[in-house]
């Protein structure tokens, strides 16, 4: 079984992790497939600014595991998922 580790912005990550999310969008940029594992880590705002402005994210030591239940590509439903997208199901899962 494939297992893939993301960053989840802190917005996101306890929306997630108790259930009240139950999908992310992502660029289709890596092996996604139903049945992978996602190892999702909490990323959260430093309090700092990047030279241009932006706020400075870093990695946290929080993570949990999600499974991926189902995958909605943009070919599938072109006017609802941005080409080079996808939507995914997930799962919370224990390690």
Known sequence: MTTITLKLHEDYFDAVKYGV?????????????????????????????????????????????????YILTHEQFPSGVPEGYVALGIRRVEE
């Open 21 to 69: 999310k139950t999908f992310e969008i992502r660029k289709a940029d890596r092996p996604f497939a139903v049945g992978c594992r996602l190892k999702l880590v909490r990323y959260y705002r430093t309090g700092k600014k990047t030279v241009d402005g932006r706020d400075l994210m870093e990695e946290s030591p929080d993570y949990f595991y999600v499974v991926v239940t």
